[in-house]
């Protein structure tokens, strides 16, 4: 079982609708949580933090977190076509270091 | 621009050369992390520096790579005899006490 789990997509949506993105992750000592954009041939963007229970809103963007379920997500309201990207989950414990998803591809139909 | 830089940004080596990468991060940042990611992939961890020591490395780092963080400030990712299968992006990101790590372009490597 891998440590961080993403749908690999693709994930199409049309333009204006919610995106809804999702991961599970296998170590409960996991305390920190992130959201990163990757563009096709770029680096990963730092989209969102999330280190406790419950929602955090920032713009079109809110992370929940369900520590018990060991579930994170991100949803994006009104998407648009230049959300369409590739959204990896990330998680951190006591050890500094970020465990990746492979990634969710996200569409955003004009 | 002050985030994390990488250099170069593409290198094309033959199998069995050396390479070194640089990475500058973020100056007031004391953590530097080095990932490797392969296409369809998200990244994978490397290596982790706290100021100039070495941390934590993967079990995954062969013998043939090396890191350094001499001055705490700059790194630099080494691989001897390279091979086709170290083709990949390496990327170095940099992050505080807040633990959000900011990544730089990246080093795209092919091993021809």
């Known amino acids: 079982q891998k440590e961080v789990e993403q749908n690999s997509g693709p994930l199409s949506v049309p333009e204006g609708a919610i995106a809804s993105l999702n991961c599970t992750y296998s170590?409960?000592?996991?305390?920190?949580f992130f959201w990163y954009r990757q563009y096709s041939g770029k680096s990963p963007e730092l989209i969102m933090s999330i280190y406790s229970n419950g929602d955090k809103e920032d713009g079109r963007f809110t992370a929940q977190l369900n520590k018990a379920s060991q579930y994170v997500s991100l949803l994006i309201r009104d998407s648009q076509p230049s959300d369409s990207a590739t959204y990896l989950c990330a998680v951190s414990g006591s050890a500094r270091q970020l465990t990746f998803g492979s990634g969710t591809q996200l569409t955003v139909l004009p | 621009d002050t985030g994390v830089s990488q250099n170069p940004r593409h290198k094309i080596t033959k199998r069995g050369q050396n390479v070194t990468f640089r990475c500058d991060p973020i100056s007031e940042h004391n953590r530097l992390y080095w990932y490797r990611q392969t296409l369809g992939q998200g990244p994978e961890f490397l290596t982790y520096?706290?100021?100039?020591?070495?941390?934590?490395k993967s079990r995954l780092l062969s013998d043939r790579f090396s890191a350094e963080r001499p001055k705490g400030s700059f790194s630099t990712l080494e691989i001897q005899r390279t091979e086709q299968g170290d083709s990949a992006m390496y990327l170095c990101?940099?992050?505080?006490?807040?633990?959000?790590?900011?990544f730089g372009q990246g080093t795209r490597l092919t091993v021809v």
């Open positions: 520096f706290q100021n100039e020591a070495q941390l934590e």
């Open positions: 170590d409960r000592g996991s305390q920190s």
């Open positions: 990101a940099s992050s505080s006490g807040s633990n959000e790590a900011f």
